[in-house]
């Protein structure tokens, strides 16, 4: 029986339970790369390897897709000197560091896991106080959360008067309400008050980073790479440092979110990297600047 032949979905049902069952257990792609059919068959038509079929018509498959991948959207821009680069000794130092970041976290994280199941401690006899969060959409809360009001309204080092009166507003009526556990139960922190939060910011602790699960952790990252690509705001120190921290907090097997976010990240901060200017004797600023790009 083919296809058009079948009238009712149990005679379709069974007629994919037998197709089902005549395929290979495995099944090894031809050389050429394209695929093709379970049957042998190597031929691939245009469409499928993404040629134009001269009438205009959009292309889709592998070369569409290397096409986008190759694209100025993708680019990422190379060092435009050798000034802009990191010495290759300093790239080694700088990844051993954050791999022992990583293992610290991992370890620290498991301890915890075991100390709950034994009675809610933190692995060492102490247990670590929680702090208030944000609620985790609450974009500007935890903007202000984690770099301070001063810098969450675009004044890093409190160079100008800010109006606070908007902060309520801004915080889009979440203060006051604590994060949940992640189980779907009240938190046990204390409810969230935007106005202790100190001038400078919260900044990531070994002890607040655990206090954040895996799907808070990676939505509080989108939002700083939201800052940083979307609202273009300045790479600080502080946040450069949640970055790095939340980016060693994130446990693998990552999502394609937040292989899409670090890449979009990549990509602005070797764009900003290329427009830093390092010839003849530079400041310390931009010294700094071009080494959090780098990191």
């Known amino acids: 029986a083919t296809l058009d032949d079948l ?3 149990a005679s379709y049902l069974a007629w994919v339970r037998r197709q089902a069952g005549s395929l290979p257990d495995v099944f090894v792609a031809p050389a050429g790369g394209d695929g093709g059919p379970p049957d042998g068959g190597t031929a691939a038509s245009d469409a499928d390897r993404g040629e134009d079929d001269g009438g205009g018509t959009a292309a889709f498959g592998s070369a569409a897709t290397l096409a986008v991948l190759l694209s100025d959207r993708m680019a990422v821009a190379p060092p ?23 293992t610290y976290l991992e370890e620290r994280s498991a301890a915890l ?17 929680r702090v208030a969060v944000p609620r985790m959409k609450d974009r500007a809360g935890w903007h202000r959360f984690c770099l301070g009001r001063d810098e969450a309204h675009g004044n890093p080092g409190g160079r100008f008067e800010v109006d606070s009166s908007g902060d309520d507003a801004e915080d889009g009526g979440e203060a006051g309400k604590g994060e949940k556990d992640g189980k779907g139960g009240a938190s046990t922190a204390p409810r969230y008050d935007p106005s202790s939060v100190p001038p400078g910011g919260h900044p990531p602790t070994t002890s607040l980073l655990l206090q954040l699960d895996q799907v808070l952790t990676r939505r509080l990252f989108h939002h700083h790479v939201h800052w940083i690509v979307e609202s273009g705001r300045d790479l600080t120190p502080s946040r450069a440092g949640w970055v790095y921290s939340l980016l060693a907090r ?11 976010a670090v890449r979009g990240l990549v990509r602005e901060c070797c764009a900003r990297r290329s427009a830093v200017a390092v010839a003849g004797p530079a400041s310390g600023g931009e010294r700094e600047g071009l080494a959090l790009l780098n990191v």
Do not use: I, Q, Y
């Open 80 to 102: 435009p000197t050798r000034d802009h680069a990191p010495p290759p000794g300093w790239v080694r130092d700088t990844v051993a560091n954050f791999s022992a970041l990583r």
């Open 113 to 129: 896991k075991e100390g709950g199941k034994g009675g809610g401690g933190s692995g060492d006899g102490r247990r670590a106080r």
């Open 7 to 9: 009238t009712d979905a």
């Open 250 to 260: 994130m446990e693998r097997p990552w999502h394609r979110d937040e292989c899409a």
